[in-house]
């Protein structure tokens, strides 16, 4: 069977919570207080039999009074249908047409109408205030609806209500999204002996079931599923349009208060931004700097509206707007809001969540609101969006997905789209990331300007990337770099990286310094000293030194002296026309006019050539191995 859930909604004193007795035998007043004042404070819950077995139906009753219209909200924001209430002694009234006004922004379309206290009015005047209703109701969420005469007194009409009642409920269609993990916003929250800790709401997405560990926003508590109730029956599972029952372990009552959601899994996380489209009803403003109630689902917040497009907001009219709430809440793109004003607290109006995590936006740049696509018309053109907002950072599919409320692979079909039209990319990290073609294409342009200044020396691969890539994560690092290579913008050598076309080895100031340590030959000066003499920056002498080293074109010895290359190279040419096969360092130093201090660090460094190998206190020279013959 199908799960449907009917809200009622009219103005206090109508006559919800006895119509709902009368269609289902059970009385929602539960409160002393409720019972002792004749007026509903709290939500209420009952079922109605479907007797065709095609439906299985859930009333919500919520309070009419003027002051609990927050709490008719967390009812009303999770049902499908409406069971408008109107006494038809009194007609219209003020929390009748609030009501209405929350219905149609949640975006609830369709439902019945009770013409209540029948009983009250003659057969003409009945006739009259029911034209009255249709009247009022045209062009509204309840256009249309049947609006049935009934007494819960006296019972007439009352069985026509429940008809009309199931045959819109058998109208209503639930397609189960298997990528959407459970969701239920918290309505009430008590203890029961040997149960503990008990919520209720009505079920959002997916199924429930004994034993299921849920994650609680914005709280982020972990409670494990004791088991599940739907109208006190236990339950093996339960699932989207179902009045559930949770007993729960892990958490207190004090630590779930109402508006609390519980999700399966524990991907999500709630946000204290939202971008908004937002209609303002007929009396409504909205504007930068206002401070606004937000309902979303169960739960209400305060918050500030951060940017508006256009500027300010008319009655009746339609724009965007990103606000910043007092406390965090889970919501996801789709997701239904009620705007109400502060004081005196009257609904504004309301519309749909399209992110959770907006870009901040000054100003002047308000009007990007108006480009922000509706997730759930394009998810391309959204993911699109969001992965080139990410930038050089990237993305995984994973958040992604938790940022929709979609477990991964509810967008394997958007992102294989977007990656066979070229407009992302897959980096091969654990886990994989994507990124968007357009920021690998600034940050090649990045590269190119940070090399284009570096001359034949090139850039250490720290500083390069931390220059080209200040955005980038640790995981993309290498992504990027292979990137650059491929695209023809870059060349490491020796851990130093260079533009692809330069010729560094030609450098002016490298071909200087690697001329001076030829001429010095053993003297073996200091990058300072060799700075020094060709008047040129240290700190670059420094970096160049190091590039010719790694080239090869210099030689560090005993970690502090540096000697050319064609120097050294002489040495070992000279060793192996020496004509001895072995020497002490005293012959050594003697041949070749050196120190000790400097002989020792040579003498080592031919060690480490395998040019000698020293045997106790002499070195024995290393005969190198003959080239192979063609034959060979």
């Known amino acids: 069977m199908r799960a449907v859930a009917f809200g009622t909604a009219g103005h206090i004193d109508h006559g919800k919570t006895s119509l709902v007795k009368a269609l289902t035998g059970v009385d929602c007043d539960r409160l002393p207080e409720e019972k002792r004042r004749g007026i509903t404070l709290v939500l209420g819950f009952a079922p109605l039999a479907d007797p065709a077995g095609e439906v299985e139906l859930s009333f919500i009753d919520v309070p009419g009074h003027e002051r ?29 047409r609030e009501h209405l006004s929350v219905l149609e922004v949640l975006g609830v379309r369709g439902g019945v109408v009770a013409l209540t206290k029948s009983d009250l009015v003659e057969g003409e005047l009945l006739e009259v205030r029911r034209r009255e209703v249709e009247r009022y109701l045209d062009g509204g969420p309840l256009a249309g609806a049947p609006v049935i005469p009934c007494s819960a007194l006296d019972g007439r009409g009352v069985e026509a209500v429940r008809d009309a009642v199931l045959a819109c409920a058998r109208d209503v269609e639930r397609t189960e999204d298997p990528h959407r993990p459970f969701r239920v916003a918290v309505d009430r929250v008590f203890t029961i002996s040997g149960s503990g800790t008990v919520v209720t709401g009505t079920a959002h997405w997916g199924q429930v079931r004994a034993g299921d560990e849920l994650t609680a926003l914005p709280s982020r508590a972990a409670v494990r599923v004791r088991g599940v109730q739907v109208h006190g029956q236990v339950r093996d599972r339960a699932g989207a349009g179902e009045r559930v029952a949770l007993s729960l372990a892990g958490v207190r009552v004090d630590e779930l208060p109402r508006g609390e959601q519980l999700l399966a899994g524990a991907e999500w996380s709630a946000s204290r931004r939202l971008a908004v489209e937002v209609r303002l009803l007929g009396e409504g403003t909205l504007a930068e700097g206002d401070r606004v109630w937000v309902h979303i689902l169960a739960a209400r917040a305060l918050a500030r509206v951060e940017r508006t497009h256009p500027a300010t907001l008319g009655p009746g009219e339609s724009g965007r707007a990103v606000v ?100 992302i990319v897959v980096a091969r990290t654990r886990p994989p990331l994507l990124v968007h073609a357009g920021a690998a294409a600034a940050a090649r342009e990045r590269a190119a300007e940070v090399l284009r200044t570096s001359g034949g020396t090139g850039v250490p691969l720290a500083e390069f990337v931390a220059r080209a890539l200040p955005d980038a994560g640790e995981r993309l690092r290498d992504f990027f770099l292979a990137d650059f290579r491929r695209a023809g913008v870059v060349r490491e050598t020796a851990g130093r990286v260079f533009a692809a076309g330069a010729a560094p080895l030609e450098d002016a ?124």
């Open 68 to 96: 609990l219209v927050h709490t008719m909200i967390a009812g009303a924001a999770g049902i499908d249908r409406a069971l408008l209430v109107v006494a038809a002694d009194e007609g219209v009234m003020p929390q009748t």
């Open 324 to 423: 910043h709430l007092a406390h965090p809440v889970f919501a996801v793109p789709g997701d239904r809001v009620v705007l109400r004003r502060v004081s005196p607290t009257v609904t504004l109006g309301g519309g749909e969540v399209l992110d959770s995590q907006p870009v901040r936006l000054r100003r002047r740049q308000a009007a990007q609101l108006a480009l922000l696509p509706r997730p759930w018309r394009d998810l391309p053109a959204t993911l699109d969006g969001w992965i080139r907002l990410a930038g050089a950072r990237g993305a995984t599919a994973g958040e992604l997905a938790a940022r929709l409320g979609l477990r991964e692979a509810g967008l394997e079909s958007a992102l294989g789209r977007l990656v066979a039209a070229g407009s």
């Open 509 to 632: 100031l490298a071909a200087r310094v690697a001329e001076s340590y030829r001429r010095a030959g053993l003297a073996a000066p200091s990058p300072g000293e060799t700075a020094a003499a060709l008047g040129a920056d240290p700190k670059v002498v420094e970096g160049v030194v190091r590039f010719l080293v790694d080239g090869k074109r210099l030689a560090r010895v005993g970690g502090k002296w540096v000697v050319h290359r064609e120097v050294l190279d002489e040495i070992v040419a000279s060793l192996r026309g020496w004509g001895v096969e072995s020497f002490d360092v005293a012959a050594f130093k003697e041949r070749f006019g050196l120190t000790r201090k400097l002989a020792i660090p040579i003498l080592e460094w031919l060690d480490s050539e395998r040019v000698t190998r020293r045997e106790g206190e002499r070195r024995r020279l290393v005969r190198p191995r003959p080239a192979p013959t063609p034959d060979a």
